[in-house]
Nanobody
Framework: QLQASGGGLAQSGGSLRLSCVVS????????IGWFRQAPAKEREVVAA????????VYADSVKGRFTISRDNAKSTVYLQMNSLKSEDTAVYYC???????????????????WGQGTLVTVSS
C-alpha cells in the first residue's frame, strides 16, 4: 500500500513537501515515481527515483524546482517542491514497482502499485 500526503494550498513561489509512505512491502526493493493529474489533463510524470538513490529523473517542467528523495529506513519517498507555480496545481500520486537496482522509469504503465493521491493547489 502507498499513502501519499502533504498536499494543500500554497502561494505561488512557495514550497510543499509531499510524502509517500510504503507499507506491506519493503521500499528498498521498489522504484518509485511521482505523477500528477491536473483537471481535464492526462496524468504525467513529475519525478522518479530508482532503488539506487543517485538515479533520478524529472519532467522538464519541474527541473531545478522539485527534488525526489527516499528514506528506506522510514519507508518513505519525498517530493520537495519549491518555487511553486499555478500550473503545478494537480492531484499528485506516488507509484511503485519492483525493479533491479538501477532501473528507473517515467512511464505510467511501468508502475504496478499506486497511492490514492494528494491535492496540491497553488494560488497566484
Amino acid at each position: 500500500q502507498l499513502q501519499a500526503s502533504g498536499g494543500g494550498l500554497a502561494q505561488s513561489g512557495g514550497s510543499l513537501r509531499l510524502s509517500c509512505v510504503v507499507s506491506g512491502r519493503s521500499l528498498s526493493n521498489l522504484a518509485i515515481g511521482w505523477f500528477r493529474q491536473a483537471p481535464a489533463k492526462e496524468r504525467e510524470v513529475v519525478a522518479a527515483i530508482s532503488r539506487s538513490e543517485g538515479n533520478t529523473v524529472y519532467a522538464d517542467s519541474v527541473k531545478g524546482r522539485f527534488t525526489i528523495s527516499r528514506d528506506n529506513a522510514k519507508s518513505t519517498v519525498y517530493l520537495q517542491m519549491n518555487s511553486l507555480k499555478s500550473e503545478d496545481t494537480a492531484v499528485y500520486y506516488c507509484a511503485a514497482r519492483y525493479s533491479s537496482y538501477y532501473y528507473i522509469s517515467s512511464s505510467l504503465s511501468d508502475y504496478s502499485y499506486w497511492g490514492q493521491g494528494t491535492l496540491v493547489t497553488v494560488s497566484s
